[in-house]
């Protein structure tokens, strides 16, 4: 069995951080801790779905660490409808490329091609953490 498979069957719940329920924050920074060994990333878990300006300036904090670039897995998929960032997902291989993500309108995680998800929003970008054998950003270590 896949570990997708796994993050299929947990229910959406707002603020959750763990395999009893995920937000998209939640899910997206599991997968990134337990499947592509980032750094646990900060929780966020007070931050309400609904509060896209909070939502983005969670975003700003995290970004710094984070690297523009492609589509492929291990990358979080951010969209977004003007500057404002309004979900979030992980990009996955599961056969092929895709993008896990939850939330309260699908009532749990679900895979969807990176073309049908960036459809969903006026912008979308990729980012990926990039880190060194002692866990450091890559671009901490550049400074």
Excluded at 60 to 75: I, R
Aim: glycine letters at 10%; charged letters at 15%; aromatic letters at 12%.
């Amino acid at each position: 069995m896949h570990w997708i498979n796994d993050y299929l069957t947990v229910p959406y719940v707002d603020g959750g951080r763990d395999m009893h329920g995920f937000d998209c924050w939640g899910l997206v920074r599991d997968v990134l801790y337990r499947q592509f060994k980032t750094p646990l990333l900060e929780s966020f878990g007070h931050v309400c779905p609904d509060n896209k300006t909070l939502l983005t300036a969670s975003y700003l904090q995290v970004v710094p660490d984070f690297l523009s670039g492609p589509c492929k897995p291990g990358a979080v998929a951010c969209g977004f409808s003007g500057d404002c960032l309004i979900h979030v997902g992980i990009v996955v291989n599961n056969g092929q490329t895709q993008v896990l993500h939850t939330g309260r309108q699908y009532g749990k995680p679900l895979l969807t091609s990176p073309r049908a998800f960036r459809r969903l929003f006026q912008r979308c970008e990729f980012f990926h953490h990039e880190c060194n054998s002692q866990n450091l950003p890559q671009q901490a270590r550049a400074r």
